[in-house]
T-cell receptor, first 112, second 113 residues
């Protein structure tokens, strides 16, 4: 059964550094999402992506964040200059229109 | 704006006992509702979903949930809990033109042997 994959599983970075989190969604999915979960808190929506553009973004998704799907398979989340408060678990999800979202296993980002 | 409330932060049950996890949502029309489970350090696995039709939905691992419009609730149930069910459970709603999920704060289930 196809599944969503994410790399790396754990990323440690210094404050102010750029990080790129990668996701490979299931091939027939059309809508893509990034969510984050700060330790001990609930899962929060960051951004949705459809037809090669952002369809919605949350207040969290400020100018430090960007997403792209450069080659039709990978879906990336870039944080330009990481802050301590960016430390969280980041989940990618994919969806066929109107159906449930399939989540990847997540990337744990630790900003020192 | 849509919201989801899970009033129980922690629940402890004995193995073999029944379980009910509460979820209340806020949305004017009929929502799309989901329950996800997260084991420690793992991703989110879909247990079940409600889009329309029969208000009692069956999911994986023996879980079921009932949509009650009058109470704005979508409670998760299991008749007999297994030790492997210990995890964090999240209720979520998709309510508007965007398909983004809005999650509740989660309920951590502990299972006593």
């Amino acid at each position: 059964e196809p599944e969503v994959t994410q790399t790396p599983s754990h990323q440690v970075t210094q404050m102010g550094q750029e990080v790129i989190l990668r996701c490979v969604p299931i091939s027939n999915h059309l809508y893509f999402y990034w969510y984050r979960q700060i330790l001990g808190q609930k899962v929060e929506f960051l951004v949705s992506f459809y037809n090669n553009e952002i369809s919605e973004k949350s207040e969290i998704f400020d100018d430090q964040f960007s997403v792209e799907r450069p080659d039709g398979s990978n879906f990336t989340l870039k944080i330009r200059s990481t802050k301590l408060e960016d430390s969280a678990m980041y989940f990618c999800a994919g969806q066929i229109r109107g159906n449930e979202q399939f989540f990847g296993p997540g990337t744990r980002l630790t900003v020192l | 704006a849509q919201s989801v409330t899970q009033p129980d932060i922690h629940i402890t049950v004995s193995e073999g006992a029944s379980l009910e996890l509460r979820c209340n949502y806020s949305y004017g029309a009929t929502p799309y509702l989901f329950w996800y489970v997260q084991s420690p350090g793992q991703g989110l696995q879909l247990l079940l979903k409600y889009f329309s039709g029969d208000t009692l939905v069956q999911g994986i691992k023996g879980f079921e949930a009932e949509f009650k419009r009058s109470q704005s609730s979508f409670n998760l149930r299991k008749p007999s809990v297994h030790w492997s069910d210990a995890a964090e459970y999240f209720c979520a709603v998709v309510g508007d033109s965007s398909y983004k999920l809005i999650f509740g704060s989660g309920t951590r289930l502990l299972v006593r042997p």
